[in-house]
């Protein structure tokens, strides 16, 4: 079982709505939780994170991660087409070497 | 902002042939870096940190003979798939650590780059 679980999708809502995207994670160590956007063709970028359980609001977009449940969330409010992307979560222990474990993504498709 | 740019963003190689791929961090110095490769529909894998002034340190799985990773300087890594064959085509991102920053949220990925090996 890979340490770090995310459906792959594709997901596609129409313009204006609400989007949850989703991951569960395995490991108790994981301390930081993290949501990449990632665009066609680009590399990751980081959108938001978080520590320990909690909500994280920027915006329209909301992360948040409960650790009872090992969860990570995030929401998109008001979704845009140039919210279009694969959207990767991810896990930061602090060990290793970059310390992160990545889910699969899940691409993220928003309807004009 | 930090910025990290990658070159070749997109190549195509004959088979048996080698590639090599450019990393830098255009505003900041980074002691540290990381190699990834992306499959399609499939998650980043990490395969190998490279380190400022010494040998990369790889993944288990990662042949350090077909995959060689110079850091020569503060900004600048190179990753060289040696020999290429149809399957190491992938999408081969880069990402550096601002050097003395630890934590969560520090490191910055470049944009990618996609190896077609015919």
């Known amino acids: 079982q890979k340490e770090v679980e995310q459906d792959p999708g594709p997901l596609s809502v129409p313009e204006g709505a609400i989007v949850s995207l989703n991951c569960t994670y395995s490991?108790?160590?994981?301390?930081?939780f993290m949501w990449y956007r990632q665009y066609s063709r680009k590399g990751p970028e980081l959108l938001m994170y978080?520590?320990?359980?909690g909500n994280k609001e920027d915006g329209r977009f909301t992360a948040q991660v409960d650790k009872s449940s090992k969860y990570i969330s995030l929401f998109i409010r008001d979704s845009q087409p140039s919210d279009s992307a694969t959207y990767l979560c991810a896990s930061y222990s602090g060990g290793g070497a970059d310390g992160l474990t990545f889910g699969k993504g899940t691409h993220l498709i928003i309807q004009p | 902002g930090a910025v990290v740019s990658q070159h070749p963003s997109r190549v195509i190689c004959k088979s048996g042939t080698s590639v090599k791929i450019e990393c830098r961090s255009l505003d900041f110095q980074a002691t540290t870096m990381f190699w990834y490769r992306q499959f399609p529909k499939q998650s980043l894998m990490l395969m190998a940190t490279?380190?400022?002034?010494?040998?990369?340190?790889?993944e288990q799985g990662v042949e350090k003979d077909k995959f060689l990773i110079n850091h020569a300087s503060l900004t600048l890594s190179t990753l060289t798939v040696t020999s290429a064959h149809p399957e190491d085509s992938s999408f081969y991102i880069c990402?550096?650590?601002?050097?003395?920053?630890?934590?969560?949220?520090?490191?910055?990925f470049g944009a990618g780059s996609r190896l077609t090996v015919l």
């Open positions: 990402s550096a650590r601002r050097q003395g920053a630890r934590g969560a949220n520090v490191l910055t």
């Open positions: 978080t520590y320990s359980s």
């Open positions: 490279s380190n400022e002034g010494s040998k990369a340190t790889y």
């Open positions: 490991n108790s160590a994981f301390q930081y």
